[in-house]
């Protein structure tokens, strides 16, 4: 079944990797993640580029806190409950496994698709 306006995007992290490739938004808003049923136990956190990923920076609330979700295998997991809040603006994501700090090394290597639908405003 084909769902209007909602998109997968993969954030690939390689095998002995803690931070996927690129993915590009754009002018689309994540609103979801559906997690690997082989994911090995960590948070994601984010590394986001306003310009197109020449400059990556960490993801952080406006109090200072870095953006952190709670995921686990084979979940689907809505990262805030307003999410085209925090996601306005921001142009490519890279996932990490773990935190900026404690970064938590794939194994395997995971797949994680952003879901991601078109901003109504």
Same mark, same amino acid.
């Given at each position: +079944?084909?769902?209007v306006g909602i998109t997968l995007n993969p954030a690939v992290i390689a095998a002995g990797a803690s931070l996927s490739g690129p993915c590009a938004l754009g002018a689309l808003t994540l609103v979801g993640i559906s997690m690997p049923a082989?994911?090995?136990?960590?948070?994601?956190t984010f590394q986001v580029s306003p310009d197109g990923?020449?400059?990556w920076q960490e993801l952080y609330d406006g109090a200072?806190?870095?953006i952190t979700v709670q995921a686990a295998a084979g979940q689907f997991?809505?990262?805030l409950a307003d999410?085209?809040?925090?996601?306005?603006?921001?142009? +490519?994501?890279?996932v990490r496994s773990g935190t900026a700090g404690s970064p938590v090394t794939q194994t395997a290597g995971a797949t994680i698709n952003l879901v991601t639908r078109s901003e109504m405003l």
């Open positions: +079944m084909f769902q082989t994911w090995q136990t960590a948070a994601l990923g020449t400059t200072g806190n870095e997991v809505i990262p999410p085209s809040y925090l996601w306005r603006g921001i142009n +490519m994501v890279q």
